[in-house]
């Protein structure tokens, strides 16, 4: 290039698009520095700016899986209850058809008995009728739910209650009026508590692998995040460096665009 030929100054318009090009890495480095991110728009990275979307839809689908495993625990958490509950009663009633079957008690007391023992299946039927969540019934046999528990279509666990009603456990028919009767209504209570234990058994067994499934989840959230932020995210050291660089290239641009402006004017001292 000549500087003796003023009718372009090639050398300023050089520099001028060198400067625009840093001030445009400049401004990339103070967005990204603001908003954490590397990839502000789909012009960034489009290939990574679809990826780091599908993972924040799946660690955002993992979170509400993970959200409807604890109300799965809940479900099962409450109906629990409910079993300890008619189990403490069971036992009760146990003792009662122990104490009924010994032959030193006479008719008026094991009529007693059995008034207790009624009151005490009655009050298993009210447990059964109160032991709900959202207005569902859960252990009187109605009970059966399917839960999303993970981010695709067939991650599902479904959950069935066993009915522990004073039907369900064959007990208002225990009959104590007499040493021989009490003795069957032992054997009947035993069977009673034998359900029970079943029953609850397998409700420990859901929340067993609920628990596993919640720690599943847990570990598969933080892996997405992890892989959307290695994608997405701005690491601030390399951006505050790439920062402090282009600042320093932008002073030297500027430098160089004023004197590339200036260099024309050399041409006056030939008229001199």
Not at 176 to 201: F, G, H, R, W, Y
Not at 223 to 242: C, G, K, L, M, P
Request: charged share 20%.
């Amino acid at each position: 290039m000549s500087f003796t030929r003023i009718g372009a100054n090639i050398a300023a318009l050089q520099s001028l698009n060198e400067l625009l090009k840093v001030n445009n890495r400049i401004g990339s480095s103070l967005l990204k520095l603001s908003s954490g991110k590397r990839i502000n728009s789909v012009g960034d990275d489009a290939a990574g700016y679809s990826l780091a979307r599908g993972l924040e839809a799946r660690r955002r689908s993992l979170q509400q899986a993970l959200a409807n495993v604890g109300t799965a625990k809940n479900v099962l958490g409450i109906a629990e209850g409910g079993y300890f509950a008619i189990s403490d009663l069971l036992q009760i009633i146990k003792e009662k058809t122990v104490q009924a079957a010994d032959d030193s008690y006479n008719d008026d007391q094991r009529t007693a008995i059995k008034g207790q023992i009624d009151a005490l299946v009655e009050e298993i039927d009210q447990i059964v009728a109160e032991n709900e969540f959202q207005g569902r019934l859960l252990i009187d046999g109605t009970f059966a739910a399917t839960f999303q528990t993970g981010a695709g279509a067939g991650d599902v666990f479904t959950v069935t209650l066993n009915d522990v009603d004073s039907g369900a456990l064959s007990i208002t028919a225990l009959v104590v009026d007499s040493a021989a009767n009490a003795s069957t209504a032992i054997a009947a209570v035993d069977a009673a508590i034998e359900l029970l234990n079943k029953a609850a058994q397998k409700v420990g067994e859901s929340l067993l692998r609920l628990s596993s499934k919640e720690n599943t989840l847990a570990v598969a959230i933080t892996n997405t995040e992890a892989a959307r932020s290695r994608i997405e995210d701005a690491d601030f050291a390399e951006v505050q460096a790439q920062l402090v660089r282009d600042q320093i290239i932008q002073q030297t641009a500027f430098s160089a665009f004023a004197q590339a402006n200036a260099a024309p004017q050399l041409v006056l001292s030939l008229f001199r």
